[in-house]
């Protein structure tokens, strides 16, 4: 097996022990390195397997899978346009498939009127492989919006609640991400790198904010490897997004 076919696994393998974004498993499964097996789905705050939803009169239509409806009485936000997209990304970019698994654990249970939007991942292979993956959160209150902020910006729960479910021999190197200016109404940012035996795995973890849109990015690479696109532009991209959708920014 040649090195870079060694890289390759090693970053497809640490998306798959993601649970926080949960899209590892089908490219791994494209690439046969795992077989096809079925992945449980969490239902939504109505009930309802995510990517299927209710309208009126007792019918039903199928949503895109990456995204899930907004909770009644705020169906006036454009959530579709909560993600970035393959336009936002080199040419050597490709768009991954992603499952609809709930948000993180720590998340979860600690903000109760969050509702996950959509999850999104694109990947790039070549001579330097790296992965993007985020989702998007709708969180209606301002305890919830507080909670998320207090969190997301603990290095102790993104090393601890996230990058502990990778599977890796420990943290070799951490250090927050500057230059997040005009980048929502809160933002942070942590870069980690990861002692994953084959290779050092770098992980820039950006989480942001903008009224009631949380989002939490995730850029993955091999250690010294030439990085294409940013986290912080990435956020900056999907704050843009994101921006204009809101009901205070008619």
């Known amino acids: 097996m040649s ?7 090693v970053v497809l393998a640490v998306v ?18 795992i077989s096809d097996t079925s992945i449980t789905s969490r239902t939504g705050p109505d009930g309802a397997q995510p990517g299927l939803t209710s309208t009126s009169a ?15 009485g705020f169906s006036e936000i454009d959530v579709a346009q909560w993600g970035l997209q393959l336009s936002d990304f080199p040419l050597e970019f490709n768009k991954e498939p992603m499952d609809e698994t709930g948000m993180p654990t720590g998340l979860a249970n ?6 996950l939007v959509k999850r999104f991942a694109f990947s790039e292979e070549g001579d330097s492989p790296q992965l993007i993956i985020g989702m998007t959160l709708f969180i209606p209150g301002e305890s919830g919006q507080a909670k998320f902020d207090d969190l997301t910006s603990n290095p102790e729960f993104i090393v601890g609640d996230i990058l502990s479910t990778f599977d890796h021999n420990g943290i070799l190197e951490q250090d927050e ?5 005009g980048i929502g109404d809160f933002a942070y940012g942590l870069t ?4 994953m035996e084959a290779v050092e795995m770098r992980v820039d973890s950006l989480s942001f ?25 990435l956020a900056r991209t999907l704050d843009q997004r994101i921006i204009p959708t809101l009901p205070s920014n008619p």
């Open 3 to 9: 090195k870079r076919q060694k890289t390759l696994i």
């Open 16 to 33: 798959a022990s993601v649970i926080v974004v949960g899209g590892g498993y089908y490219i791994l499964r494209d690439a046969g390195i």
């Open 58 to 72: 007792g019918s039903s239509v199928d949503l895109p899978p990456a995204w899930t409806p907004t909770p009644f």
């Open 110 to 115: 600690e903000i109760d009127d969050a509702t």
């Open 177 to 181: 991400i500057y230059g997040l200016e």
């Open 192 to 195: 980690c790198v990861l002692d």
């Open 209 to 233: 904010r903008r009224d009631v849109a949380g989002a939490l990015l995730f850029v993955l690479y091999i250690d010294g490897y030439p990085l294409e696109i940013s986290v912080q532009d």
